[in-house]
T-cell receptor, first 116, second 115 residues
């Protein structure tokens, strides 16, 4: 069974400050890992993904995440946040389904609030 | 290219009533998924279609939920009769092809409130 833990339900941060959103996962098989972002009144948008290769993954809007297999973590970081980064962020792992396709298992989400 | 669309965006119904949610995937995407987020909880997988066939419906909560995808295009998710615990946001996603990984594109969701 797979699971994802996002310990921080809310993270307040001042504009231009760095931020880290934490994600830990458990899985009995090799994983694909993702971060999605949901802006107000919008759908989930893929921020970045780790499939294989380099453990440091860069995504859109200046975000990056590092896959750490020994610590089973996939923390999301941004060196300097902007007001427009205010959104809810979801970490997810991927399970390949028998009939093809992929099933995503999500964490409970982290609400990032950027303040002036 | 149009993204995944869902209708309605919001629905407020009384306990015991029926509600039907609709999802239009990206054109050409064979895979269609339904997920649900109950308030404060994680987004949970409900089921997966490949074209018109249900491949995995292990996440469907109970037999009050019925999903269909006639013709392999749009999908509907019917809740009958609705209960209070069905309140939440229902997301639809679609992806192209099969294999190890295919990016899922999500719709904006339908917020369902059962009173």
């Amino acid at each position: 069974a797979q699971s994802v833990t996002q310990l921080d339900s809310q993270v307040p941060v001042f504009e231009e400050a760095p931020v880290e959103l934490r994600c830990n996962y458990s899985s009995s098989v090799s994983v694909y890992l993702f971060w999605y972002v949901q802006y107000p009144n919008q759908g989930l948008q893929l921020l970045l993904k780790y499939l294989s290769g380099s453990t440091l993954v860069k995504g859109i809007n200046g975000f990056e995440a590092e896959f750490n297999k020994s610590q089973t973590s996939f923390h999301l970081r941004k060196p300097s946040v902007h007001i427009s980064d205010t959104a809810e962020y979801f970490c997810a792992v991927n399970l390949i389904l028998t009939g093809g396709g992929n099933k995503l298992t999500f964490g409970t989400g982290t609400q990032l609030k950027v303040e002036l | 290219e149009a993204g995944v669309t869902q209708f309605p965006s919001h629905s407020v119904i009384e306990k015991g009533q029926t509600v039907t949610l609709r999802c239009d995937p990206i054109s050409g995407h064979d895979n269609l998924y339904w997920y649900r987020r109950v308030m404060g909880k994680e987004i949970k997988f409900l089921l997966h279609f490949v074209k018109e066939s249900k491949q995995d419906e292990s996440g469907m909560p109970n037999n009050r939920f019925l999903a269909e995808r006639t013709g392999g295009t749009y999908s509907t998710l019917k809740v009958q009769p609705a209960e209070l615990e069905d309140s939440g946001v229902y997301f639809c996603a679609s992806s192209q092809g099969t294999g190890k990984y295919n990016e899922q594109f999500f719709g904006p969701g339908t917020r369902l409130t059962v009173l």
